[in-house]
């Protein structure tokens, strides 16, 4: 019930294309979805993050979009650059400064020239 | 603002030493700090949690004896690797989340890869 599964494992996208990486929870209780990039060899940096309580959330370039009703969360890149190659965690926590996270797995992106 | 540092960002140790890393928030007060474990082109592996003043609280599986963990103060959490041995080779990473915040949002710092001979 802790887990949350994260989808595609690697991806590769056109540059100016859309990248999309998907991430299903089971555990209701979770209210805070951030989302991890993390280039090798480097700690992730958060990149951004929604709360349950919107369907939507954008900063420049990315997107989260949430369906609470699903369990499903999605990050959405657009206009993908080659500088955006990188792998990226989804993960779910509670609302709680002394809660932990639930990672995904990773994807893998690879945003060709 | 919340910047996380680590250090040493490398290290090589030989087998049967310990091994103390340190992370740092820089521009924040961190009630909680984290430590994970991540290996190569795999997910981050959460190894303790720790809280300012109070002792870590372990994940399953982690040995709280090889892995000691001092939160000293609310801007600085050690992990000492005792009696490194090569399976310990990995990349560590801690994160912090910022006193008062509401959600639980964490902070990475850039990570430091041990390398046991």
């Known amino acids: 019930q802790q887990q949350v599964k994260q989808s595609p494992q690697s991806l590769i996208v056109q540059k100016g294309g859309i990248s999309i990486i998907n991430c299903a929870y089971e555990?209701?209780?979770?209210?805070?979805f951030p989302w991890y990039q993390q280039f090798p060899g480097k700690g992730p940096a958060l990149l951004i993050a929604i709360r349950p309580d919107v369907s939507e959330k954008k900063e420049g370039r990315f997107t989260i979009s949430f369906n609470k009703s699903a369990k499903q969360f999605s990050l959405h890149i657009m206009d993908s650059q080659p500088g955006d190659s990188a792998t990226y965690f989804c993960a779910a926590g509670m609302n709680s400064g002394y809660s932990t996270l639930t990672f995904g797995k990773g994807t893998m992106l690879l945003v060709s020239p | 603002g919340a910047v996380v540092s680590q250090h040493p960002s490398w290290v090589i140790c030989k087998s049967g030493t310990s091994v103390k890393i340190e992370c740092r928030s820089l521009d924040f007060q961190a009630t909680t700090m984290f430590w994970y474990r991540q290996f190569p082109k795999q997910s981050l592996m959460l190894m303790a949690t720790s809280n300012e003043g109070s002792k870590a609280t372990y994940e399953q599986g982690v040995e709280k004896d090889k892995f000691l963990i001092n939160h000293a103060s609310l801007t600085l959490s050690t992990l000492t690797v005792t009696s490194a041995h090569p399976e310990d080779s990995s990349f560590y990473i801690c994160?912090?989340?910022?006193?008062?915040?509401?959600?639980?949002?964490?902070?990475f710092g850039p990570g430091t890869r041990l390398t046991v001979l």
């Open positions: 994160s912090a989340s910022p006193q008062g915040v509401t959600y639980n949002e964490q902070f």
């Open positions: 555990n209701t209780a979770f209210d805070y």
